[in-house]
């Protein structure tokens, strides 16, 4: 049996409700996590994947430094 698989990109504003939910669930804490999971991501050859979890990492810094409301619309320019 075959399996298919569909890609689907995730939207800014989803990867922001994403990290929120992260900080709310474990803390900054959760910072050390998206560290370790890049680190063994990457150590793993999938780069990608380690890529994602970057993102992330950066949201979750704008969101421990109140530098914006991960609930609020996102504009990016």
Do not use: N, Q
Not at 9 to 21: F, I, K, Q
Not at 35 to 57: C, K, N, P, Q, S
Request: aromatic share 6%; proline share 3%.
């Amino acid at each position: 049996m075959t399996a298919l698989i569909r890609e689907r990109s995730v939207g800014a504003e989803e990867t922001c409700r994403l990290a929120a939910e992260l900080v709310e669930e474990f803390g900054e804490s959760v910072s050390c996590l998206a560290e370790r999971a890049i680190a063994t991501l990457e150590a793993d050859g999938f780069a990608d994947r380690a890529l994602v979890w970057r993102a992330i990492h950066a949201i979750l810094a704008d969101i421990a430094a109140k530098r914006f409301d991960p609930y609020a619309p996102i504009a990016i320019h």
